[in-house]
């Protein structure tokens, strides 16, 4: 089991940044991969970017590419997606997720049936 608790969400004016943690907690020794998803009003959940818990390996949505970093501290068991230049279509709920797959593919871990574990998500609001 994996437990995973996210927060930094908030309302932020358009261009402005915001920080997500995710605090994992359990077995994070069995974990591979972490990945941040969010669903906006009226759509689905989409990938929005992941990184390897061991080598730290990133990979990112095209959407958020160069606008978004996500990183992970193996120590403090926590992700972080650093979150600049926001506009008014991030505004969702950002879930941070962890799968146990080991050398599972970006081709797959964009996909949420590759996580076992979610948090609860966290409300972003970006404002025009």
């Known amino acids: 089991q994996v437990q995973l608790v996210e927060s930094g969400g908030g309302l932020v004016q358009a261009g402005g940044s915001l920080r997500l943690s995710c605090a994992a907690s359990?077995?994070?020794?069995?974990?591979?991969?972490m990945g941040w998803f969010r669903q906006g009003p009226g759509k689905e959940r989409e990938f929005v970017a992941g990184?390897?818990?061991?080598?730290?390996?990133?990979y990112y949505a095209d959407s958020v590419k160069g606008r978004f970093t996500v990183s992970r501290d193996n120590v403090q068991n926590t992700v972080w997606l650093q979150m600049s230049s926001l506009k008014p279509e991030d505004t969702a709920v950002y879930y941070c997720?962890?799968?146990?797959?080991?050398?599972?593919?970006?081709?797959?871990?964009?996909?949420?049936?590759?996580?076992?574990?979610w948090g609860q998500g966290t409300q972003v609001t970006v404002s025009s």
């Open positions: 990184i390897t818990w061991s080598s730290g390996n990133t």
């Open positions: 997720a962890a799968s146990l797959i080991y050398g599972s593919r970006w081709s797959s871990l964009v996909r949420d049936g590759a996580y076992g574990y």
């Open positions: 359990g077995r994070t020794s069995t974990t591979y991969a």
